[in-house]
């Protein structure tokens, strides 16, 4: 958790919208990014609020603060302000962190879970919080500094103890320091971007608030060697941790002496010093260089809500007489040795420190030398493992060196090695048969390669492809062809990390029912062991569930809160479990029943759907067995092609003399009218039957020729209804719309940058007017002429079937010979 929070600091600090700015400002977007929501990246607070958190007044903030983040464009707000036009409150979000959310990738620095933005929080809060007069939240350590430097403090402190093991010791920078500067300036120098004279200058005012010591370290010779510093209130917290329901009779001298034992106990195997990590005083961590095993903790499980900063810690102090390890300054880096742990570690072993181990054999500790040299049949299983853990207790590193346990980025052909390095281990020589993954899902299938690899049978290689192939259908109708095969590569390389050091026995079996399938305890379909496959947050389905049961357990415990306040404790418990379990069947009972119904209630919706959809087919089957109303060919469903595209040519044909009637005559005019839709429809029908006699002529079928007749009639509609329009737009009607357009306009000039172009602006509204009006002109004048023409007389469409058996008949009482000629 330490480490995760360290690089999601240093990433939102090392942002490009934040470079440059003052410290007050960066611990600033610090604060609101702890305290915004993990799925929004949302925050409220007032500015006096977000001064006191940073150490400044409410006029630093709001001329100091919040124009350098409207410059920056780091962090986007929304103020609110006062009668008098004050700032007191924001509606915040830090862009850094919301572009990291957008982005949806759950491995980026800033794309933080809600615990993980708690832990932050609380850890802020503990640090720097300004106290509101409660014992929930008292001050932090440096709430009393204020003023100048202040922030600076503040992001100084929270950086150095994200930097701080479970010892309270600070990892510090490697490299050459100038001379006269301490490595400890250089350390928070580093931190800070600033020179080191100005780091030492941070480390004073640190130190003479009691947040920071330095300690001269006793080496083995007797003889004082290099000063460490160290954050008291950490290794406090940690000793607090250890200490929790146990009857302790002095915190202060149980904490110094848990960081003497350290001291005396920081190595492993032969207590020979280990490896430091060589860090440049201007650069960050430099690769290849390993990490002392004490400079490293775990902070995710000792961070409570009082971890740090109560007045109970604050009296714990590291004093000079505190012996920390060290190491001679000539000692050679020595050859980093895998964790002893397995990778069902649940915490520290007894003394709660990354690291430590409680004997030696030979140059590595009793349980890691016993890994390391177990043979491949030997290595514990899950059981056996956590009972080894209850027994002496893990050897817990920051980072489990697992072959199968690699993460997400690293290459999949060193667990593959790593593989095989055991098969010739157990058996003296490589498995006889190592299958290579399929071409096509080589990407996919990348993860278990080394499980794929003992396949030794064609058989399960095509079960296990089958099983592939359909988990990859129902997510890409899910998810979409784009993100299925990174979601299932993602599912896999889950699965390997925490199978660990256990052996897959049956690789087949392993594949299709443990690594393939979906885990999930919810309804939600992109939920795969309790986050959303899409996103990688959270799953919400998940969240209700576990709240439903923990309300179950509230209410069952506070009724016999009150029916059983006299029962003896151990009563009460096995009282709260039988009825635990019975309100569990209850809701068990009441949910089956409920699906039940549920299920009735599909099976009647989904045999209504069918009926219907029965219904729809059968008047559709229904429809296309009719003959055509036209012509009489049968089972065309009502009407045929041909009939089809006449009707059609007939209305286009008709719509066009109308546009003509309109166009060319005056509307108080019906002999005009008349005459000019005789014009028109006398010429469109000339051109249209032109065209058809062409395609006839080159062989077209009936279809073909109806068709080419309807394409004609609708370029004569165009053609007449372009005409129309720019006939009318000259008429008296549009050039009155026109010049009143105009003139509007040119009175609005002062919303232009210049007379000319307020002018064109003016007779571009014109021309639109003009064209608008012409439009209606139209529309208008074809309604009424349609109006006027009389309704035509409705007569009794012959019965088609009749037609044809009248045909038959015609034919059938021909005479022969007439049928012949």
């Known amino acids: 958790m330490r480490m995760r929070l360290l690089a999601a600091v240093r990433t939102l600090l090392a942002d490009q919208s934040l470079a440059g700015l003052s410290d007050a400002a960066r611990l600033s977007a610090l604060v609101l990014a702890a305290k915004s929501s993990h799925q929004s990246c949302r925050t409220a607070i007032r500015t006096r609020e977000l001064g006191r958190w940073i150490g400044m007044s409410e006029s630093t903030v709001a001329h100091d603060v919040l124009p350098r983040f409207r410059a920056s464009g780091s962090v986007k707000y929304r103020a609110t302000t006062s009668e008098s036009g004050q700032t007191t409150g924001l509606q915040c979000v830090v862009m850094p962190m919301w572009h990291a959310r957008q982005s949806g990738d759950a491995a980026h620095p800033l794309a933080l879970s809600k615990r993980e933005l708690v832990t932050l929080l609380r850890l802020i809060e503990a640090l720097f919080a300004p106290g509101w ?133 920081s190595t492993v195997g032969d207590r020979r010093p280990n490896g430091v990590q060589q860090e ?50 000539a000692a050679p880096l020595h050859t980093h040795h895998p964790s002893g742990d397995d990778l069902w570690g649940d915490g520290a072993d007894s003394g709660c420190f990354s690291g430590v181990a409680a ?27 956590r009972t080894a853990e209850r027994a002496g207790g893990p050897l817990r590193g920051e980072k489990q060196n697992l072959p199968s346990a690699l993460p997400e980025h690293d290459s999949c052909q060193e667990a593959s090695r790593h593989v095989l390095s055991a098969w010739a281990a157990k058996s003296g020589d490589a498995p006889q048969v190592w299958a290579s993954l399929p071409r096509s899902l080589e990407g996919v299938l990348a993860p278990v390669e080394t499980v794929w690899g003992r396949l030794n049978r064609m058989g399960a290689r095509h079960r296990v492809t089958a099983a592939v192939h359909a988990e990859l259908a129902q997510l890409r109708g899910t998810f979409g062809p784009d993100s299925a095969e990174k979601i299932l590569t993602n599912r896999l390389r889950r699965r390997v990390a925490s199978q660990g050091y256990v052996p897959v026995r049956d690789p087949a079996s392993w594949l299709i029912r443990k690594a393939l399938p979906r885990r999930s305890a919810c309804y939600d379909a992109r939920c795969d062991d309790g986050r959303r496959m899409d996103t990688g947050t959270e799953c919400t389905a998940c969240q209700l569930l576990h709240a439903d049961r923990r309300t179950l357990r509230h209410q069952v415990a506070a009724q016999l809160a009150t029916e059983a306040a006299t029962v003896p404790p151990q009563q009460r418990k096995k009282a709260f479990e039988t009825r635990l379990r019975e309100q569990f069947l209850l809701e068990s009972s009441r949910r089956a029943l409920r699906n039940e119904r549920a ?36 089972e065309v469903g009502g009407l045929c092609q041909s009939c089809t595209n006449t009707q059609a040519t007939e209305r286009l044909i008709a719509e066009a003399v109308d546009t003509a009637a309109v166009a060319w005559a005056a509307p108080d005019d019906p002999a005009g009218q008349h005459k000019a839709a005789v014009r028109a429809e006398a010429e469109i029908r000339a051109e249209i039957e032109h065209v058809v006699t062409k395609c006839r002529a080159q062989g077209g079928f009936k279809e073909t020729t109806t068709l080419i007749g309807k394409l004609t009639a609708e370029a004569a509609v165009d053609k007449y209804r372009h005409a129309a329009l720019e006939l009318l737009s000259h008429s008296a009607e549009a050039e009155a719309e026109a010049r009143e357009a105009q003139e509007a306009e040119l009175r609005r000039r002062h919303l232009h940058s210049s007379a000319e172009a307020a002018r064109a602006a003016a007779k571009e509204a014109a021309q639109t007017a003009r064209w608008r009006t012409a439009q209606h002109l139209l529309s208008d004048g074809t309604s ?38």
């Open 133 to 265: 007069g409660a014992a929930a939240t008292p001050a932090g350590l440096l709430a009393g500094q204020q003023g100048k430097g202040a922030a600076t403090d503040r992001l100084a402190l929270l950086l150095l103890v994200l930097r701080t093991g479970s010892d309270g010791r600070v990892r510090m920078v490697g490299g050459t320091v100038p001379k006269g500067r301490g490595r400890a300036a250089a350390t928070v120098a580093q931190l800070l971007g600033c020179s080191i004279p100005g780091g030492g200058k941070v480390l004073t005012r640190l130190r003479a608030h009691g947040v920071v010591e330095s300690v001269r370290v006793q080496a083995r010779s007797g003889l004082l060697g290099k000063s460490r510093l160290v954050v008291p209130a950490v290794a406090a917290a940690h000793a607090k941790s250890l200490a929790a329901g146990k009857s302790t009779t002095d915190d202060k001298s149980r904490a110094v002496a848990m960081t003497q034992e350290l001291g005396e106990s």
């Open 280 to 329: 440049a005083v201007g650069g960050g961590d430099v690769p290849g260089v390993q990490h002392p095993a004490t400079a490293f903790g775990d902070l995710g499980k000792s961070w409570k809500s009082d971890a740090l900063g109560t007045p109970a810690e604050r009296e714990v102090r590291c004093t000079a007489a505190l012996e920390i390890a060290d190491r001679p300054g």
């Open 784 to 821: 009424k002429v349609r109006a006027q023409r009389p309704a035509p007389t409705v007569t009794d469409e012959p019965d088609p079937y009749r037609m044809a058996a009248a045909r038959v008949r015609a034919a059938l009482n021909r005479p022969r010979n007439e049928a012949l000629v």
């Open 359 to 385: 004997g030696a054999s030979g140059s590595r500790p009793v349980r890691a030398g016993a890994r390391e040299k177990a043979p491949l049949q030997n290595l514990p299983t899950r059981a056996g493992a």
């Open 599 to 634: 299920a009735v209630e599909r099976s009647a919706r989904e045999a209504a759907v069918a009926e219907y959809r029965a219904q729809r087919e059968a008047a559709e089957a229904a429809r296309r067995m009719l003959p055509c109303a036209g012509c009489g060919r049968a």
